[in-house]
């Protein structure tokens, strides 16, 4: 956390509880509301000591740091990993229709074929449009 947010945090934190804490004291109200408003006095001084350009920094920082990020997530390592996952699916396909021969039921060898040709196919489509191919 910046020191400036955690500055803005506390000077929060702080006006709250002196504002609660001024309002829940067994005093006159008219006392009550002059430490309320010596209390919001001093916050406010706080408040302009604030740097500005530090806070602006910071933000620009942060954005320029997202910017960098969402340009690291582009097409090309997209397209890698779903070719990876691809590959993965087409394993994964093949190991079931591979159990499937070994049990030697030519129904579930069928339906076991049947998911790893889709499987095929629909990665294949994802894979042509990530590439912009038709």
């Not at 934190?13 to 919001?40: D, W």
């Not at 001093?42 to 320029?64: P, R, Y």
């Not at 997202?66 to 090309?76: G, T």
């Amino acid at each position: 956390m910046s020191k400036k947010k955690g500055l803005g945090t506390l000077l929060a934190g702080v006006a709250i509880g002196a504002g609660l804490g001024v309002l829940f004291a067994p005093k006159k109200g008219s006392e009550t509301r002059k430490e309320l408003k010596e209390k919001f006095e001093d916050l406010i001084v706080k408040a302009k000591e604030i740097d500005k350009a530090e806070v602006k920094e910071n933000i620009e920082n942060k954005i320029a740091e997202i910017k960098e990020e969402l340009s690291n997530l582009d097409k090309e390592k997209v397209l890698k990993i779903a070719k990876e996952k691809a590959k993965l699916i087409q394993k994964k396909s093949g190991e079931l229709v591979d159990y499937a021969v070994s049990k030697g039921t030519p129904v579930l060898e069928s339906a076991a074929n049947s998911v790893r040709e889709k499987a095929i196919d629909v990665t294949k489509e994802i894979l042509v449009k990530l590439e912009g191919k038709k």
